[in-house]
């Protein structure tokens, strides 16, 4: 299996909080270091480690390819985590557990698709590799008896001592109504295990909230600026099946949805659905962009703060894309559904079965 692009499913508030056996009290004085070879990259070509932080890549380390495509990257990473690997001009990105004293190894067939390469080197790297397996799926299906959820939850548990397990659980399941007791059940176990990663502190702060918005409840309010400067509540829509939709123009899975909410959208509109996306965007410019790039008819807001946005607080957003799905009521009906289950569930209520 390829270790893919990080985002390549996931826009994630706190990327880099990740697991940890052991933290240094000094991790400088123990480096990682990652060999890499990548066949027919030009000589002179620079590579950067990077952790991803407040919506940018923060470079921490870079080197150099050799005139044999080769490179050895060495440097320190402030806590075990899911950092990146980059190309200097290039897009692609690869996803990198690393943790302090890691050696790993890098090999790509092509500098065309040398983010096709493989990874490999540590345990935690293995069960990266082995969880990736299972994200389309998870990006799509929401099924709490699933045999693939099962064995995706029995991989979790056997590497309960991995940093990449709170950065999963956490970043993957947390926002899945169906899998909250095992949820629960492993933050009780990263707490004990490995205290100090910020991916736990994450998972044991969320776990003392009282979460706003659960089924059957009345969503709480949003009452935001459009792009015209006009507030649009949601409360307004009432009468209408609504898909609250968080999302951002830097997020690319939101972005690549977007096509099929357009044709969700044409289609059950005429019958009474209406999409609200509120934008954790903190540029003008770039949210109405992308709004007009993907030619999106619905309503739109944004207090453009970011992940400070007072709505994604409300609900307790903390990834996107992420959705909440209201009958006419305004009452909670489903949380992060996609594709076709979020189609059958828009059917069901408009049809009012």
Partial sequence: MLIPMLHSFL????????GI???????????????????????????????????????????????????VLRGQVPEPGIYSLGVS?????VSLPLA??????YEAASAERWAAGQLSGTVDVAFW??????????????????????RLRGLIRQNAGSFVGPYVVKNYLARQESQQAFVDSMTAEYVRRLP??????????????VVPVNKADLAPDINLPAPNGQPVALSSLRGKVVLVDFWASWCGPCRAENPALVRLYQQYQPKGLEIYSVSLDDSAAKWQKAIATDGLPWVHVSDLKGWQSVAGQAYNV???????????????????LRGPALEKQVAKLLSGR
């Fill in 11 to 18: 826009c994630l508030a706190l990327l880099a909080g990740s």
């Fill in 21 to 71: 056996r052991v933290v240094p009290d000094n991790p400088t004085n123990n480096p990682y270091e990652l060999r890499g070879h990548v066949r027919d990259m030009p000589a002179g070509t620079k590579l950067y480690v990077s952790q991803y932080r407040n919506l940018h890549h923060l470079r921490l380390d870079s080197a150099v390819v050799d005139a044999a495509g080769q490179f």
């Fill in 89 to 93: 001009g290039r897009r692609e990105i």
């Fill in 100 to 105: 302090p004293g890691a050696q790993l190894r």
């Fill in 129 to 150: 590799r082995e969880f990736i397996e299972y994200v389309p799926y998870l990006f799509e299906q929401h099924k709490a008896d699933d045999r693939r959820l099962r």
């Fill in 196 to 209: 100090e990663l910020s991916a736990t502190k994450v998972l044991a702060e969320n776990r003392t909230k």
């Fill in 318 to 336: 903390t990834a996107v894309p992420y959705s909440v799905l209201l009958d006419r009521e305004g009452r909670v009906v489903a949380k992060g």
